[in-house]
């Protein structure tokens, strides 16, 4: 049945493509379709390496229903993410800016949003394209992860929620699955608070001791009361971090719908079906468009929640068993298009928000993806391995089928390209950096717009592309790299994620100089010696990191101590705080 299916859409996807082909001829194509206001279905995965997919070159992970965007729509070979961690990157998808411009990093190692109870998030005053598709008569909806922040100052004022940057509809995770979900073996943020309570702990029966100690042996006159309180501070705290790993399960890993929690915690069993089924009616309600759909899985990231029928039934063990399940999903995603005769009015983009994770690789087994060719991973700074990951654009009957474009392009340029297609603006009051991708999607523009390309790692400039369009090579200058553990492994082993700044990385002065055309791994580093173009590659990417830093101005950094720190009151509970625990069965919208 599937199988038919797939065929049948392989002839209209052959015929779209001839289409495509003959629209992209037409010089005035991409007139015709900018502001044709096409639905709009973004899927984005949660760290998928670009190695995982079959059609970036993987011959044993089966993704079928991903491999059938690109092959009967246009495939982007040199698509990078604003940075290669989720907050930042997603930040700067859904703005079309870098993430240093809207504050959404930090500068002492808090590379993501740590807690749901956490004030910092996406500042209110940036616009993401779901406001401009909102304002364009577009019906808005973000189905899955969310992780940019939920309150400021109340439990509910939700000021960071989607529905206030632009969605009229969510269903998922504010936050973001994390090995703490399922006292996982790889836990993101369970073992630092365990040690800071159990210190707290250590530090006050210290103090209950030296007073009792003291008062017993008549050393100081301090009243009983000091002692007992300090006592029963001491035990609330080992009590609490001992169950801390539970209380983080119950206060991060939940559903909402809208503004109402609708599982906390979520029960990992449900939520892929649940959300299908969000998706479908979503789609169902929203038929006669246009509507703007994010899909944001909560695959591939551990603890890898997979349901049953998919167990065991990779050739990568759980990871695998994962990334197929997701594939799974976008077939399911893709034949509920096709059922409400949405296929050919809908643009749709499939991406990871980073490269794959290499520190989570336990002994011989990986939960982690994998990067393909490209050196480094999730977190990882400026490597490719971190940023560069796949990009699909699939829209039959308008983009050609079976292209490949090997230009430089870059999450944020979704921004532009779906206001552009909505008949909307982008803001003139701020600086935009992704660019308009129709042209090269269409085959009416050879190159991207993207000359340069800057890579952050939180607020620090680490790395930057120069594509030098006469020459048609793609150049890379290192200015700060991580210090890798063990040396060469690409990763920061025993650490969750490599660092940005401080003394595990490496300030090059020199910088790092790659020809990324000819070594895309970046394997061999040029010198004045080996490259007669050292110097004038420098001199032409050093000067344009100083025009792009003119064009930054100073913001309120939402990762730094103060807007990562947890709150008490700002963490939502859908029962008496501590105990968040709530059911509620209700139907989908
Ligand atoms: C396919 O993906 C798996 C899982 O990440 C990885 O272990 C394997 O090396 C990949 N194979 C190829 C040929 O890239
Ligand atoms: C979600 O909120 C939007 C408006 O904010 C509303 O139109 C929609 O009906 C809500 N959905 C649900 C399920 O409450
Ligand atoms: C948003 O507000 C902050 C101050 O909180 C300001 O620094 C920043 O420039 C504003 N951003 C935009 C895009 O207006």
Redesign the pocket.
């Known amino acids: 049945m599937l199988h038919l299916q797939r065929s049948c859409l392989c002839f209209r996807g052959w015929l779209a493509g001839m289409l495509g082909v003959l629209l992209s001829l037409a010089p005035s194509a991409s007139s015709d379709v900018s502001a044709s206001q096409p639905n709009i279905l973004l899927l984005m995965a949660d760290d998928l390496g670009i190695g995982d997919i079959g059609c970036y070159g993987n011959n044993t992970m089966r993704t079928p229903n991903i491999d059938h965007l690109a092959e009967f729509g246009v495939k982007l070979t040199q698509h990078v993410s604003a940075a290669s961690l989720c907050t930042p990157s997603r930040a700067a998808f859904l703005t079309g800016r870098y993430p240093v411009?809207?504050?959404m990093v930090s500068s002492i190692g808090h590379r993501v949003l740590q807690w749901t109870g956490a004030s910092g998030g996406l500042?209110?005053?940036?616009?993401t394209f779901a406001k401009i598709l909102k304002e364009k008569g577009y019906a808005t909806g973000l189905i899955g992860k969310w992780h940019l922040g939920l309150n400021c100052e109340s439990a509910s004022d939700h000021c960071h929620h989607p529905l206030h940057h632009g969605f009229d509809y969510f269903y998922g995770m504010p936050f973001s699955m994390m090995g703490d979900c399922a006292r996982w073996e790889l836990s993101e943020k369970r073992v630092d608070l365990e040690q800071n309570l159990n210190f707290l702990f250590q530090v006050l029966a210290l103090v209950a001791l030296t007073l009792a100690a003291g008062k017993l042996m008549h050393l100081i006159s301090v009243s009983w009361m000091p002692v007992i309180w300090s006592a029963l501070l001491a035990v609330f705290l080992l009590t609490t971090s001992y169950f801390v790993g539970a209380l983080i399960v119950h206060a991060d890993c939940f559903l909402m719908r809208n503004h109402t929690i609708m599982e906390q915690p979520m029960r990992f069993q449900r939520v892929t079906p649940l959300m299908l089924q969000e998706v479908k009616s979503f789609l169902k309600r929203n038929k006669l468009g246009p509507f703007l759909l994010v899909v944001s899985f909560l695959h591939v990231h551990i603890p890898l929640i997979t349901m049953k029928n998919f167990l065991g039934k990779s050739a990568h063990g759980l990871y695998g068993d994962n990334v197929e399940e997701m594939d799974w999903m976008v077939g399911q995603i893709l034949d509920a298009l096709e059922m409400e005769g949405l296929t050919n009015s809908t643009l749709v983009y499939f991406t990871s928000d980073h490269g794959g994770s290499l520190e989570n690789q336990l002994g011989n087994t990986q939960y982690g993806g994998w990067n393909g060719l490209y050196k480094g991973g999730k977190g990882t700074g400026g490597w490719e391995g971190g940023i560069r990951v796949p990009g699909i654009f699939h829209w039959p009957g308008v983009l050609p089928a079976g292209r490949v474009i090997g230009e430089p392009t870059s999450l944020m340029d979704v921004f532009p390209t779906v206001v552009q297609l909505a008949g909307g603006e982008v803001?003139q009051?701020?600086v935009i950096d992704g660019r308009d991708l129709l042209p090269l999607l269409l085959g009416t523009a050879q190159h991207s717009d993207h000359e340069f390309l800057m890579h952050y790692c939180e607020q620090f400039l680490h790395a930057a592309r120069w594509h030098q369009r006469d020459r048609g090579t793609l150049w890379k200058v290192h200015f700060v790299t991580p210090v890798f553990q063990p040396e060469g492994a690409g990763a920061c082993y025993g650490r969750k994620v490599c660092p940005c700044s401080g003394e595990k990385v490496v300030h090059h002065d020199p910088p790092l100089l790659f020809d990324l055309s000819r070594d895309p791994s970046e394997a061999h580093v040029l010198t004045p010696a080996s490259e007669p173009l050292f110097y004038q590659v420098m001199e032409r990417v050093q000067q344009a990191v100083r025009e792009h830093q003119q064009t930054l101005?100073?913001?309120?950094l939402q990762l730094d101590r103060l807007g990562n720190l947890w709150r008490p009151w700002l963490q939502p509970c859908c029962g008496p705080f501590p105990l968040c625990w709530c059911l509620r069965e209700d139907d989908p919208q």
């Not at 500042?123 to 616009?127: G, H, L, M, R």
């Not at 101005?553 to 309120?556: A, I, N």
């Open positions: 411009r809207s504050g500042p209110t005053n940036e616009t803001p009051d701020r101005s100073p913001v309120p």
